[in-house]
């Protein structure tokens, strides 16, 4: 029995001197010492000669008689039985002498050991790249392993074997440290890499380290800005096969990653994985400096750069920096004017696919946030964060040079300009200027006639989506902002402020030419055009000119005979609300 052990060593050693040196797939046909039997591994039967051994091993060809007894899995070989065992035992007799990895079969052991003397013996004759029995297979595109449940085909039988347990969710290598399971014994090594924190692979322009060689050759084509795989649809490059996979997705509409809760389906699979922390509330990641949360890693490590006020990516057009390279690429896009992301439903562009996504929530009338305490619900959470100030009265931005306060910054960076006096905003067609692109943008549907905000209950349109919204207290009656001092309520806020200086006697605005004061901005514009004459309000049907845009509305009335303002005691109807206002004294006079 010893004997036949010992023979047994000697056939595995020949077994792996010919793996080690073939170069077609075969054993060589080599002539071998007198003194050497060959034994089979099948059946144990010895041959003096090779060429005995070949032909009997043909009555096994395709016969696996070794099963393993813990996991039933059959092989055609004995030793590949006894390295299988291996994988059971945790055995790992063949130790490098260089670093002490340990490994379950000699040859693992000999491959292993050409990583530290980086020697390829054998060279592609296309691109001299070495471990050439594998891939040149990748030049004549032969995938000669087929899948049996997918047929999908593989270049290697043991890239076949590694596919083959994504279907059996076979895990058979664990990790010592954490008990992590992998399908691949290499993504087991690459594991093992994270618990020594061993980056063996060195980028040579920038010395960057990276746990795996793939990692290295991804991070490299960062440097040559190589991008070898294009968009058939849009003729969009990407430096990564798997970039341009989920690219394809943008074109084909597929969302294969599902919510197990939601069902709401994602093109990416770590964008599901994102998600699903939305349900679980879950945010792993903590800032040192601020104790902020974040539920990706990589949200906190953006975030880092606030702290340390690092601004890495700059525009080369206007020279704004930016703490993200996202951030760049997106304001790119503001000089470039590209808009990649457009609404299915109204066709209308962005830059942003996640101004995309926002957007969409106008179409579907979903709105995922809702308020704890008055349940009014939003479209998005960074809405939902600021209407929360609203019941909590904070007011976190503070203007540096008047101290005011303000519960959003937008608000505060808006308010900012009065002090500057800046109008960078200007329209093409009266020349009048802005503090704000949306004041511009609203402004400009006066000329265009255009009014996109319609009422639902009366149909009447609005160029301002804030102008829909006061005219909708008409028809409710709400009065939302009441005023401290005399308790009387008003349906805009603008309104409430401007009462309120009636009790101050605080007149902000003054005229420069007669220096009378006034409590609104709009009395003041008005005002000036009794110096300069000026009627830029005129009316459609009988061209009379108006100072005052209000006054045109009024007069408007006098063609369409509508009366909308109602008196309460005698049902008296009035076209312009002042009409009605010096009706009302003549019932107040007959009160005793």
Sequence with gaps: ME??????????????????????GFVEDETCANDKDFICDSCDAVFSEKCQLDKHVLCYKGKKLHSCKLCTKSFSRKYHLLVHSRTHTKEKPYSCDVCNHAFSDKINLFRHCL??????????????????????????NEKRYSCDVCKKN???????????????????????????????????????????NEKPYSCDVCNKNFFQMSDLNNHFRT????????CDVCNKKFSFKHNLTVHYRIHTKE?????????????????????????????????????????????????????????????????????????????????????????????KRFIRIHHLWIHSRIH???????????????????????HYRTHSNEKPYSCDVCSKRFHKKQIMNEHQLIHTNEKPYSCDICYKKFYLKRHLTSHYRIHIK???HLCDICNKGFSRKQQLTNHYR?????????????????????????????????????????????????????????????????????????????????????????????CDVCKKMFSCKSNLKRHFHSHEKEKP
Aim: charge should be positive; include cysteine.
């Design 223 to 230: 440097h040559t800005n190589e991008k070898h795989y294009s």
């Design 154 to 196: 593989f270049y290697t039988k043991s890239h076949l074997n590694g596919h083959y347990r994504t279907h059996t969710n076979e895990k058979p290598y664990s990790c010592d440290v954490c008990n992590r399971c992998f399908s691949h014994k290499q993504h087991l090594d690459n594991h093992y890499r994270i618990h020594t």
């Design 364 to 386: 579907t009338k979903e709105k995922p946030y809702s308020c704890d305490v008055c349940n009014k619900s939003y479209s998005q959470k960074h809405n939902l964060t600021i």
């Design 255 to 347: 969302k294969p990653y599902s919510c197990d809760i939601c069902h709401k389906s994602f093109s990416q699979k770590i964008h599901l994985n994102y998600h699903n922390l939305t349900h679980t509330n879950e945010k792993p990641h903590s800032c040192d400096v601020c104790h902020k949360s974040f539920s990706q890693k990589n949200n906190l490590t953006k975030h880092y750069l606030i702290h340390k006020n690092e601004k890495p990516f700059s525009c080369d057009i206007c020279k704004k920096g930016f703490s993200r390279k996202g951030n760049l690429k997106t304001h790119i896009r503001i000089h470039s004017k590209q808009r990649p992301h457009s609404c299915n439903v109204c066709g």
């Design 474 to 566: 008409t028809h409710t009656k709400e009065k939302p902002f009441p005023c401290d001092i005399c308790k009387k309520s008003f349906s805009q806020k603008d309104n409430l402020v401007t009462h309120h200086q009636i009790h101050t006697k605080e007149k902000l605005y003054f005229c420069e030419l007669c220096k009378k004061g006034f409590l609104r901005k709009q009395q003041l514009n008005s005002h000036y055009l009794t110096h300069t004459n000026e009627r830029p309000f005129s009316c459609d049907v009988c061209h009379k000119a108006f100072s005052q845009k209000g006054n045109l509305n009024n007069h408007y009335l006098t063609h369409t005979k509508d009366k909308p303002y109602s």
């Design 115 to 140: 990583t530290h003397t980086d020697e390829k013996p054998y060279s592609c004759n296309v691109c001299k790249k070495g471990n050439l029995n594998q891939h040149y297979r990748y030049h004549t």
């Design 450 to 452: 255009e009014k996109p």
């Design 3 to 24: 004997d036949s052990a010992k023979r047994n060593e000697i056939h595995l050693v020949d077994d792996l001197c010919a793996a080690a040196s073939c170069t077609d």
